[in-house]
């Protein structure tokens, strides 16, 4: 965290397990990330990441989608709960529910997500099983900026593993997830650290359309590993992209 750096407000949107929401929270409770969590929502009301929320005493909030089957009304209750809470940034965390091209728009250049594949390959789901299937010898997880189109954002970050002739869909799905807790955090960082940074990504997401064909060099999940480990024991932000 820089000296003087304003913590960034953050609304974390989840349908599932919180366990990115659960890194995202103790990197800023640790003061690794300058940031506080100022809403977490979930459109499924018994999602194991609202009972994490409420542990850790965060704002929650379910906007259960079954009671609004109509997309449009949905969103709108979704704008006035992020209205309320005012967040600098919208992060995604295993939220399961398509957001409607006026939400992108509302929020653009705001919203970010991680994708368990080295996007652009598999986009959407069951993306465990996909890459297996395909005998992949690399898998990994992505951190994109949110476009109208499905998981097609610019990338921010990049992580990835070797495969193993053993690896199951569980293991891979393990081993995946082992790479965002990490991966995630950091790269909220390093977003947070100099938004300007990334003046050539967001600019391109007011174009319709979604750019990923800019270079974001993978990082190796060893390399991972000692950054993170590295940021847990200075708090100094390593460099991811050199
Ligand atoms: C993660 O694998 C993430 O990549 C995907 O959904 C999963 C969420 O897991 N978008 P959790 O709810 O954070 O445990």
């Given amino acids: 965290m820089k000296k003087n750096q304003k913590k960034a407000r953050l609304a974390v949107l989840v349908s599932g397990n919180g366990s990115n929401l659960q890194a995202i929270q103790e990197a800023c409770k640790t003061k690794r990330l300058c940031a506080e969590i100022c809403l977490v929502l979930s459109n499924k009301p018994h999602a194991k990441a609202l009972a994490r929320a409420q542990n850790a005493g965060l704002p929650n909030t379910v906007i259960n989608a079954q009671h609004y089957p109509e997309k449009g009304r949905f969103d709108t209750a979704l704008c006035v709960e992020l209205q309320r809470a005012a967040p600098d940034w919208i992060v995604l965390a295993g939220y399961m529910r398509i957001l409607t091209l006026t939400f992108i728009q509302a929020w653009k250049g705001r919203i970010i ?130």
């Fill in 113 to 242: 997500n991680i994708h368990p594949s080295l996007l652009p390959k598999y986009r959407g789901l069951n993306t465990h099983e996909r890459v297996l299937a395909a005998q992949e010898q690399e898998h990994g997880c992505s951190v994109h900026w949110v476009v109208p189109e499905l998981d097609a954002g610019p990338i921010i970050t990049q992580a990835s593993f070797n495969l193993k002739a053993s690896d199951t869909v569980d293991s891979a799905k393990e081993k995946t997830q082992q790479l965002e807790h990490m991966l995630y955090p950091l790269s909220l960082a390093w977003v947070l650290s100099d938004p300007t940074r990334f003046h050539g990504t967001t600019q391109r997401l007011t174009n319709q359309k979604p750019n990923v064909d800019h270079t974001v060099q993978i990082i190796k999940a060893d390399r991972l590993k000692k950054l993170d480990a590295q940021w847990r024991q200075t708090s100094k932000l390593p460099n991811l992209f050199d």
